[in-house]
């Protein structure tokens, strides 16, 4: 066998010890292999290993891939908690590594016990379905009050003050800094994934989970929002942790103006909105290789930012406009735009 083989094959078993690692100490395996009743859920499932911890009390909603209840911890007094249900396809070995390891990065993110990051408190296996080779997880979350978004909706006029925005803006920067520091990009920042406590704790949800949903069942009904993403991922050029500020840059602007900032029907007209606010790019700045052409956005000129993020301080305005910057290297970072002089008032000393 030659060394690379050999390394293959060490490779693989590596992965598979890894598996089993993940497997027996962080997945509560129930192993109920022959339901395959497809519209199941946990209260309806005997010898289920969540029904036994977990009693369901209402669905809060359903996104892309998942749907997320509102459920009590048996064995914890009634704690509330959410239960989020994700389909996932099973291979030959059982559950794909990746979605392991994915896991388990999410498990040791725990134990930093960040404050404005939502915590992961169990992970259960439900069903098999042996046919479609799928299987059911449930992720354990605290269970947080409301959402960004139905807090704002509920919002009585004429909106939230000034040092509200804020510290809300700290917070959810705090925890972008901290999703960045430890190599994970949120991907799909927008007000329904952000959580705030009765107490306005503000806990980042939904992250982490990119290698769980490009692999999991996407449920077709739902429209998967494009307001808040980066131009770089509409134009499918290569992103990282920028496209979150980008994102952070649109609800910093929904929170002074109490809408959403570019509200787009396809990826097209979500690109035009952009373009039309902050102006066309530099032809030097379009990526190479794009089949969009650059001229097809060379008209649009950059707008008085007076008239697109209301009401705000003049260091408001300028951490808005360079988290908008269309170049994602030229953008604004977490921990930079935590130090920004907008926020001066509320670091300490
Ligand atoms: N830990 C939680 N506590 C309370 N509500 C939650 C929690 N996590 C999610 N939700 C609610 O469920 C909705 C969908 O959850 P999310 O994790 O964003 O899944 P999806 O992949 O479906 O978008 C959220 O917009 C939020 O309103
Ligand atoms: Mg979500």
């Not at 669905?59 to 007094?77: C, Q």
């Not at 329904?192 to 999991?216: E, P, S, W």
């Amino acid at each position: 066998m030659d060394n690379l083989e050999r390394a293959k094959d060490e490779n693989l078993i590596k992965s598979r010890q890894q598996e089993q690692v993940v497997n027996e100490e962080n997945l509560s395996i129930n192993d109920n292999k022959t339901n395959n009743d497809y519209g199941t859920d946990i209260n309806h499932n005997s010898n289920n290993n969540v029904k036994k911890k977990y009693e369901e009390v209402a669905l809060i909603g359903s996104g892309a891939y998942g749907t997320v209840y509102k459920a009590t911890d048996r064995h914890n007094e009634g704690q509330f908690v959410a239960l989020k249900k994700i389909r996932i396809p099973m291979t030959e070995i059982g559950v794909p590594v990746s979605i392991l390891r994915e896991i388990s990065v999410l498990k040791q993110l725990q134990t930093f016990d960040h404050p404005n990051v939502v915590k992961l408190l169990d992970i259960c296996h439900g069903h098999n379905f042996e046919l479609e080779k799928q299987f059911i997880l449930f992720l354990v979350f605290e269970h947080i009050e409301q959402d960004l978004s139905s807090y704002l909706h509920r919002c009585p006029a004429p909106g939230l003050s000034m040092d509200k925005i804020k510290d809300l803006m700290f917070q959810i920067m705090t925890g972008v800094d901290f999703l960045h520091s430890n190599r994970i990009v949120h991907r799909d920042l927008k007000p329904a994934n952000i959580l705030i406590t009765n107490r306005g704790q503000v806990k980042l949800a939904d992250f982490g989970l990119a290698r769980i949903y490009k692999q999991a069942q996407q449920l077709t009904a739902v429209v998967v929002t494009l307001w808040y993403r980066a131009p770089e991922v509409l134009l499918n050029t290569s992103y990282s942790t920028s496209v979150d500020i980008w994102s952070c840059g649109c609800i910093f602007a929904e929170l002074y103006n109490k809408k959403p900032l570019f509200c787009g029907q396809s990826e097209n007209d979500q690109l035009c909105k952009i373009f039309d606010t902050i102006g066309a790019p530099d032809q030097n700045e379009w990526p190479n290789d794009l089949l969009i052409p650059w001229n097809n956005f060379a008209n649009f000129k950059r707008q008085n930012l007076d008239n697109i993020i209301k009401d705000v301080c003049s260091d408001g305005k300028d951490l808005f406009k360079e988290m908008l910057i269309f170049s994602p290297s030229k953008r604004i970072g977490a921990r930079q735009a935590l130090n920004h002089d907008y926020f001066k008032d509320l670091r300490l000393p």
